[in-house]
């Protein structure tokens, strides 16, 4: 038995935001619009809207979402909320714009409602309707039920989590992610491959997921290189596909280590989370292969995998296609963890943490301290 979540409605495909503001007004006349730092990249759709006779309201996420700016933004919103809230951006526009949807209807201190650190209570009412519009192809956060806060407080990154904050819409249009700096593609584009591999690896896949991530994988990996190396537009266009592919696996059948890992890591270091699932990556799977026993089903997953990166990153030597894809990374740009400033003497509070992490629960082996603390080497 399993339950699928996903949005009421996926348009995929190059032109398909021209649709945004239309699909918007279907859900009233006022909207909230969430765009990223850059506020001009956000004018088509403004005048979009104004075409519609839809009244607009701007808020910038100029960060990955934290819960003080998150309070901020409810302090100014709480008192006329829109109809509907259009987020267009990356994947923290998208995870920033799902938590204003749902926090603005609901009274308790955003605190309350977050995992780990807060109180963990469910939303009482429904999030505001959402369109999602992604411009980075590897969160898939346009079709997932969570967004991820940073807490400085805590130093940590949690999630504010409910099924019903699936964003009603979602729109996954390769002109809008084409162009991208190259150290944005590359993390995004290593974030979209980890996140359909976890989702398969996970004790927690089912057939819906296994489906999606059983073709998104080989496609991810296939177009990686041609994606960063060559700005490729059909290569734009397959991980596109495997990013939204990847949120619906991972709203549906969890994650694993390296997400794990990323949560603490983000929180300690502010470092990109793409960028730090990118490190980990061939350090989890390394460690997947040390503990996989053979003829059993997780052997086969794993060694399935493998055997892909090796088509594509590897020599003649079984398994060298994850010390190529690691070796590939970092000569397009891809910074160690301690490059990204977590310092050796931070390894074993950084494993104790993790080791709590909800994305922890899908991996396909329980790992003991030791194992923790070799993947966070292999990371450096």
């Not at 309070?71 to 909320?81: C, H, S």
């Not at 309707?129 to 990154?157: D, Q, R």
């Not at 927690?204 to 489906?211: G, L, R």
């Not at 509070?349 to 396909?364: C, L, R, T, V, W």
Request: hydrophobic share 45%; net charge negative.
């Amino acid at each position: 038995m399993f339950s699928f979540f996903s949005p009421q409605a996926i348009h995929f495909g190059r032109g398909q935001s021209q649709q945004a503001a239309a699909l918007a007004a279907g859900f009233g006349g006022a909207v909230l619009v969430v765009h990223g730092a850059n506020a001009a990249r956000a004018d088509w759709l403004l005048k979009s809207c104004k075409a519609q006779g839809l009244t607009t309201t701007t808020q910038s996420c100029r960060n990955e979402p934290s819960l003080p700016d998150i309070e901020a933004a409810l302090a100014q919103l709480k008192g006329t909320p829109p109809d509907v809230v259009i987020a267009l951006g990356g994947g923290s526009v998208i995870d920033f714009a799902k938590a204003l949807a749902a926090l603005l209807p609901n009274d308790r201190p955003p605190l309350d409602y977050l995992e780990g650190v807060g109180g963990g209570l469910p939303l009482e009412q429904r999030p505001i309707p959402m369109i999602a519009l992604p411009t980075t192809a590897g969160t898939g956060a346009e079709v997932t039920k969570n967004a991820v806060i940073s807490v400085p407080e805590h130093a940590v990154k949690v999630s504010l989590r409910d099924p019903r904050m699936v964003p009603d819409i979602a729109i996954a249009d390769a002109d809008l992610m084409q162009g991208a700096p190259k150290n944005i593609t590359l993390a995004a584009g290593l974030d979209a491959i980890t996140q359909v591999i976890e989702p398969y690896l996970s004790v927690k896949s089912n057939p819906m997921t296994d489906a999606l991530c059983g073709a998104a994988i080989p496609a991810g990996i296939g177009v990686l290189r041609d994606l960063v190396e060559k700005d490729s537009p059909q290569a734009w266009d397959h991980m596109a596909w495997v990013s939204t592919c990847g949120g619906l696996a991972l709203a549906n059948a969890g994650l694993g280590a390296v997400h794990g890992f990323a949560g603490v890591i983000g929180g300690k270091t502010n470092a990109p989370h793409g960028e730090i699932c990118g490190a980990l990556l061939p350090a989890v799977l390394n460690s997947h292969l040390r503990q996989a026993k053979p003829q059993t089903e997780i052997y086969n997953r794993i060694h399935w995998v493998i055997g892909i990166l090796d088509s594509h990153f590897g020599t003649e030597h079984a398994g060298s296609g994850i010390v190529g894809l690691s070796g590939w990374s970092k000569a397009q740009g891809l910074r160690g963890l301690s490059d990204m400033g977590l310092s050796p003497r931070d390894h074993a509070q950084i494993a104790d943490a993790s080791a709590k992490a909800s994305s922890m629960k899908g991996n396909p082996f329980v790992l003991s301290k030791e194992d923790l603390l070799e993947i966070l080497q292999q990371a450096q």
